[in-house]
């Protein structure tokens, strides 16, 4: 596993930058890997990233567009305008979780 | 010596000709999915297709059960139905509601909210105006998410640098 040092601390992260091990997430982190993503996280951030580490504890899976929708409360066009281009993969990726796996 | 890696699909132009259930869902999930990708998309809909765009049928559309050898029954690896069983009053109603369901439990919405989210992702929804005109249509028959009822040549000029699919 690749390593890197992200907001001075070591990490194991897979080939897209994803992290390997969650345990390893911390909200420094987030904030780090945030920044490498030109996002300033806000509290409407981080209410989504809460959303998907709490789904993903309980589903173990990350939660695709419509159950934020439906189960998280989250607007399409919000979730957008917080993480441009890619809302679920950048909002996983600073949530320490896995790439999302499905195609919906 | 390596070849340079190819550049990364930045926009789509997706092409629905299809009014059945089977025929509509492969061009919204991949609208959807480019959006997720941060790729740029615009869906046009032409000829049956349109059907996924008009006010009060595009929650109606349904899995055809006659001349559709594959499919198979009671699931995906069962024996393949006979094409006059098919036509019986029904079969087509209870394979669509079989799909949906399957769908449901993915996550996968209903047609018209599929539409909402891809319009909401910033997605593009147009029409396509030959068959306008063919069904004799008004714009006040679409769904609000439509942006539009376009020409051929005004599909081809929004598709600049666009890979254009077609389903």
């Known amino acids: 596993m690749p390593q890197k040092v992200i907001a001075g601390q070591i990490v194991e992260v897979d080939a897209e930058g994803y992290l390997s091990r969650p345990e390893q997430w911390n909200r420094a982190l987030a904030e780090a890997l945030a920044g490498v993503l030109n996002l300033q996280l806000t509290d409407a951030h981080w209410k989504v990233i809460e959303f998907l580490q709490r789904d993903y504890r309980e589903r173990g899976a990350v939660p695709g567009m419509r159950r934020l929708n439906k189960v998280g409360g989250f607007a399409t066009k919000d979730l957008y305008a917080l993480f441009p281009d890619g809302p679920i993969k950048k909002a996983a990726l600073i949530a320490g979780l896995p790439k999302p796996a499905s195609c919906v | ?167």
């Open chain 2, 1 to 167: 010596m390596n070849a340079p890696a190819p550049d990364r699909i930045r926009k789509v132009s997706i092409i629905v000709s299809r009014g059945t259930l089977d025929g509509v869902y492969p061009g919204l999930i991949m609208a959807n999915g480019a959006r997720m990708e941060g790729i740029e998309a615009n869906l046009f809909f032409t000829f049956f297709g349109l059907y996924a765009v008009l006010k009060g049928f595009q929650d109606k559309l349904r899995i055809a059960t006659v001349g559709n050898p594959a499919l198979r029954v009671p699931h995906a690896k069962g024996a393949p139905l006979p094409t006059l069983l098919g036509a019986l009053p029904g079969m087509s109603a209870f394979a669509t509601w079989m799909m949906r369901r399957e769908m449901e439990k993915l996550d996968i919405p209903p047609v018209s909210e599929f539409l909402e989210m891809i319009h909401d992702a910033g997605g593009h929804i147009y029409a396509c105006k030959a068959t306008v005109d063919m069904f004799h249509l008004r714009p006040e028959d679409f769904v609000p998410q439509v942006d539009k009822v376009l020409t051929v040549g005004e599909f081809y000029e929004l598709s600049a640098g666009a890979q254009i699919i077609f389903t």
